[in-house]
């Protein structure tokens, strides 16, 4: 796995957002061995640290062939940056493309002093019917 690079947080008295969009997610499903694309959405507020974006693309690029299921990829995005960066807290949401008429929105949170099972995101799929009714 690439390595996250951090630099120190030039603002660390003040709690503010960071929001880093990648609409070109790519990865691979480990049941079909197709491709899946999504977009990560990764929102923080940062303790020290924050995370360098060339570092995080890269990171981003390793899931390109890699058999992994929606929600487990936005959880261990969720933990790898958690990790590197040890926010005040931090949102991973993984929005999916359709497939098979299913579009999946999978969110991971954190918040810094709260347990891990608490902390724990959510995840929802949303079902879009065809205008004749057929799947």
Same mark, same amino acid.
């Given at each position: 796995m690439i390595e996250l690079e951090v630099f120190d947080n030039p603002c660390p008295d003040r709690d503010y957002t960071i929001a880093h969009v990648n609409p070109e997610f790519t990865s691979v499903c480990p049941k079909t061995g197709l491709p899946d694309f999504g977009t990560i959405t990764v929102e923080y507020v940062p303790d020290k640290l924050c995370v360098e974006l060339k570092s995080l693309k890269y990171y981003y690029?390793?899931?390109?062939?890699?058999?992994?299921?929606?929600?487990? @990829?936005?959880?261990?995005?969720?933990?790898?940056? @958690?990790?590197? @960066?040890?926010?005040?807290?931090?949102?991973?949401?993984?929005?999916?493309? %359709?497939?098979?008429?299913?579009?999946?929105? @999978?969110?991971? %949170?954190?918040?810094?002093?709260?347990?891990?099972?608490?902390?724990?995101?959510?995840?929802?799929?949303?079902?879009k019917a065809k205008a004749d009714g057929s799947k």
């Open positions: 690029l390793d899931f390109r062939n890699k058999g992994i299921f929606y929600e487990d @990829v936005t959880n261990q995005i969720l933990d790898d940056l @958690v990790n590197a @960066v040890k926010p005040r807290s931090m949102k991973v949401t993984g929005e999916f493309s %359709t497939r098979g008429g299913l579009h999946s929105i @999978v969110t991971a %949170t954190y918040e810094s002093g709260v347990e891990e099972s608490e902390s724990r995101g959510s995840m929802s799929y949303k079902l």
